[in-house]
């Protein structure tokens, strides 16, 4: 749509439309509010700049940038403008990165911690940003919880899926789960890179897209929209959140969310009350739901037996 001329039909319409408000209520002419919108078109605030927003600027842009120690080809300008869009994206989604940066200090350090003991690189921890952005929520295609597993595929990896106990909300086994799944596909796709867009289009795709079009790097694939901006989210998370007050996001130590680390732990094996048992432990089932957030209903019938580990918040 030609916007000028669009301007310009609105104008005329309230132009006219002024006129016969006056001619019929002999009221005062509203041309002074024409004349104002005039002032507001494209072409006006070229030449008076000042009648725009003058405060937004362009958020910086790394030369030099490596995903789990695979260099990204920002000399590719394809590359580079997809890499600028979701720094551009996430830069002015302000209340979104203020909320992210306030999580991280609280899920973090789990996450990196268990990155590291599976060895797989510590950037993945921003996968998880961008797969659910620290929230325990359900898709509507029905993955869950911080890494976003499908119920086949949390089960494939040894998460129990069930309607009253859900590991997929249980973040050590989730993220220790996704990391078997990325050194996996890390294994067949042959990158880092490639390993994290098999796990948002699934491996197969992105092997037939490889076989299809005659390359094996990423930044070489044409994929579906989603897939093709989804390791620039997690770049543009890598490259903002550690450097945020270089982006406008002011915040002092008392901002950020502390870790939940004030629990002790215990194995449960039978069947159980949550409620209850919460009570007898000093707590309550909130609390327990907080700390615990792969418990899914009060009551839970452990028939198969398995042991699960609790937290108990102190």
């Given amino acids: 749509m ?22 019929y209520a002999g009221g005062e002419s509203i041309a002074p509010v024409v004349s104002t919108l005039a002032a507001d078109t494209p072409e006006k605030q070229q030449e ?57 200090t609280r899920y973090f350090p789990e996450i990196e911690r268990i990155l590291a003991e599976e060895n797989v690189p510590d950037d993945f921890k921003y996968l998880v940003v961008a797969e659910s952005a620290f929230r325990n929520v359900k898709s509507p295609a029905g993955a869950s919880g911080f890494w976003q597993f499908m119920p086949a595929t949390g089960k494939q990896y040894g998460l129990v899926v069930a309607e009253d106990i859900d590991e997929r909300y249980n973040l050590e086994k989730a993220t220790r789960a996704a990391c078997q799944y990325l050194k996996k596909s890390k294994a ?80 449960v094996s039978t069947d159980m009350n949550w409620a209850k048992f919460a009570k007898s432990r000093g707590t309550t089932y909130k609390q327990l739901r907080i700390y615990n957030p792969w418990i899914r209903r009060i009551e839970h019938k452990n028939r198969s037996g398995r042991t699960y580990t609790v937290r108990i918040p102190q």
């Fill in 2 to 23: 030609n916007i000028k001329y669009t301007t310009a039909a609105v104008l005329v319409f309230v132009a006219l439309f002024a006129i016969v408000l006056s001619y």
């Fill in 48 to 104: 008076n700049p000042t009648t725009a927003t003058s405060n937004i600027t362009m958020p910086s842009v790394p030369d030099y940038l490596e995903f789990a120690g695979e260099r990204v080809p920002l000399d590719d300008r394809d590359v580079l403008e997809r890499l600028e869009r979701e720094i551009l994206v996430n830069t002015y989604w302000q209340s979104n990165m203020m909320l992210l940066l306030k999580n991280s």
């Fill in 188 to 267: 067949k796709q042959g990158s880092w890179s490639l390993a994290a867009a098999a796990y948002n289009a699934g491996g197969r795709r992105i092997s037939d897209a490889r076989e299809e079009q005659l390359v094996s790097s990423y930044h070489d694939l044409y994929l579906n929209t989603e897939t093709s901006r989804y390791l620039f989210r997690i770049l543009a998370f890598k490259v903002i959140m550690p450097r945020y007050r270089e982006y406008g996001f002011q915040l002092d130590g008392n901002d950020f969310y502390p870790p939940r680390d004030n629990y002790r732990t215990e194995s």
